[in-house]
Nanobody, 125 residues
Framework: QVQLVESGGGLVQAGGSLRLSCTTSGRTFRNYAMAWFRQAPGKEREILAASTWSNLYHADSVKGRFTISRDNAKNTLYLQMNNLKPEDTAVYYC????????????????????WGQGTQVTVSS
């Protein structure tokens, strides 16, 4: 079992930046494929970025603005979000999958074993 706790959400003006953090506890962090999703009201949960043991992936919708990173020593996943837009307003979720495949990449919600509680990001125009 692993617990995921997100932090760093909030209210920001368009063009601003936020950094989300996801702190994990439980099993060895490096054994998890990790990802960030978001869900806006009335919309499906969408993948934003994912991290395998050694590779990173960013969805086209956020490429160049959002950056995922992980610190295995601190058991923490990050999402740096720059040049935020009102359409980025959503609840942001940290996600994890226990894997012993170093290249496993989370791409859809059904890949996920564990979810964080979510953190609200609101971007005003």
């Amino acid at each position: 079992q692993v617990q995921l706790v997100e932090s760093g959400g909030g209210l920001v003006q368009a063009g601003g930046s936020l950094r989300l953090s996801c702190t994990t506890s439980g099993r060895t962090f490096r054994n998890y494929a990790m990802a960030w999703f978001r869900q806006a009201p009335g919309k499906e949960r969408e993948i934003l970025a994912a991290s395998t043991w050694s590779n990173l992936y960013h969805a086209d919708s956020v490429k160049g603005r959002f950056t995922i990173s992980r610190d295995n020593a601190k058991n923490t996943l990050y999402l740096q979000m720059n040049n935020l837009k009102p359409e980025d307003t959503a609840v942001y979720y940290c996600a994890a999958k226990l894997t012993f495949e170093g290249n496993f990449l989370i791409t859809v919600p059904s890949d996920v074993d564990y979810w964080g509680q979510g953190t609200q990001v609101t971007v005003s125009s």
